[in-house]
Every structure is written in C-alpha cells, then in structure tokens.
C-alpha cells in the first residue's frame, strides 16, 4: 500500500511562486507514475502534470511554461514548482500516484491566488 502526504499550500499573491510537496511511502517499489491535479468546488478534478519514474513529464496545456514537476527518488518525493500563478490557479491540489494498476491520491493541499 502507498500513501501520499502532500505540504506547501497557501496564500500567495497573483505572479507569485510556490512550491508543492509530496512524500510517498508504503510500497514505494510499486509506484510507476506521480502527478498532481486539482480541483475547485463544484468542478471535476482535473490533471496540472504528471511524472514517469523514469522522469518524462506531462503537462495540461494551461500549465505549461508556468508548472514544473521533478521527482527526488532519493527522498521518494514529488514537487511542483508553481511560478506566474493566476487566480484561476486557486483549487485544491492532490498528488496522484499509479501504483500496482491503482490510483492513489493524497488528501489534497489548497492554494489560493489573491491579492
């Protein structure tokens, strides 16, 4: 089994940065991709980037260019670098792990972009 503990939300203002965390344990050896997504009331949970074990990167088009995700497999954690970010970035930010064919997902950390 794998848990994911996510850290680093907050209040930041708009074009400011921040930086996610998520600590993975368990039965690490399982876990052949890592990604965030996020979700604001009222909206389906949608993708922001994803990350293979092997370090190909995915990112959803609106984040492109502002999100950047890297993995220290030393520290089995997973980071998103959040940088330029708009009030449309305001959610709740869940890290996401595919390990043994099952999704896992941490408890989710919220952002919130306002001056």
């Known amino acids: 089994q794998v848990h994911l503990v996510e850290s680093g939300g907050g209040l930041v203002q708009p074009g400011g940065s921040l930086r996610l965390s998520c600590v993975a344990s368990g039965s690490i050896f399982s876990i052949d991709r890592m990604g965030w997504f996020r979700q604001v009331p009222g909206k389906q949970r949608e993708l922001v980037c994803t990350i293979t074990s092997g370090g190909t990167t995915n990112y959803a088009d609106p984040m492109k260019g502002r999100f950047t995700i890297s993995r220290d497999n030393a520290k089995n954690t997973v980071y998103l670098q959040m940088n330029s970010l708009k009030p449309e970035d305001t959610a709740v930010y869940y890290c996401?792990?595919?390990?043994?064919?099952?999704?896992?997902w941490g408890q989710g950390t919220q952002v919130t972009v306002s001056s």
């Open positions: 996401w792990g595919w390990a043994a064919k099952t999704n896992v």
